[in-house]
């Protein structure tokens, strides 16, 4: 059973400031990915990144990083340069790879996210 | 289509009726999947597709829930007795085989029994 934990149920920034939401897993597979999503108050949920369990560098996607932190289990989501549409939920989800490429993924588990408000 | 599309976008049922939840991939995504959301938690995941058919529905409550995908595309998900905890919103998420690329879900569908 794949389980994630995310333990900050509301965080606030001021605009321009980097944030960091964490998040931490815990699983017994060996290959697996991790997710985060954003979903704004209109409900669509958005990908932002995606961090391969064996990927050797930290995944970065624009304003978004995913720091990935093996050994500790932990997969904290890092926006750079806060802006006001960024003010959503944020997921932190995993799926165990079905396939040694990585290219097949079974059911997403969801953190219980954290509500992110950034300031002007 | 450009995006997952799921109909209706709302849905008001009385107390013990049947409803049906439709979901229409993305052109190409073997895998779909169905998830259940109620208000400030994460989605809870039901069911999976890997083409036709279901390849781990461990997520689904009871035997009043199914869903199929006959085609390999549309998927449809079924509520039999419908109950007022029933009451959530109904995501369907699609993917292709691309390592990087992640879920891509539709708006969803808010089911409201009264």
């Known amino acids: 059973a794949q389980k994630i934990t995310q333990t900050q149920p509301g965080m606030f920034v001021q605009e321009k400031e980097a944030v960091t939401l964490d998040c931490t897993y815990d699983?017994?597979?060996?290959?697996?990915?991790l997710f985060w999503y954003k979903q704004p108050s209109s409900g669509e949920m958005i990908f932002l990144i995606y961090q391969g369990s064996y990927d050797e560098q930290n995944a970065t996607e624009g304003r978004y990083s995913l720091n990935f932190q093996k050994a500790r289990k932990s997969a904290n989501l890092v926006i750079s340069a806060s802006q006001l549409g960024d003010s959503a939920m944020y997921f932190c989800a995993m799926s165990p790879a079905l396939n040694a490429g990585g290219t097949s993924y079974g059911k997403l588990t969801f953190g219980q996210g954290t509500i992110l408000t950034v300031h002007p | 289509g450009a995006g997952v599309s799921q109909t209706p976008s709302n849905k008001v049922t009385e107390k013990g009726k049947y409803v049906e939840l439709r979901c229409d991939p993305i052109?190409?995504?073997?895998?779909l999947y169905w998830y259940r959301q109620s208000l400030g938690q994460g989605p809870e995941f039901l069911i999976y597709f890997q083409g036709t058919g279901a390849a781990d529905d461990s997520g689904l409550p009871n035997d009043r829930f199914f869903a199929v995908r006959p085609e390999g595309s549309v998927s449809t998900l079924k509520i039999q007795r419908t109950e007022r905890g029933d009451s959530a919103v109904y995501l369907c998420?699609?993917?292709?085989?691309?390592?990087?690329?992640?879920?891509?879900f539709g708006s969803g569908t808010r089911l409201t029994v009264v």
């Open positions: 699983t017994s597979d060996q290959s697996y990915g």
């Open positions: 998420a699609s993917r292709k085989g691309d390592r990087r690329g992640g879920y891509t």
């Open positions: 052109s190409g995504h073997t895998a």
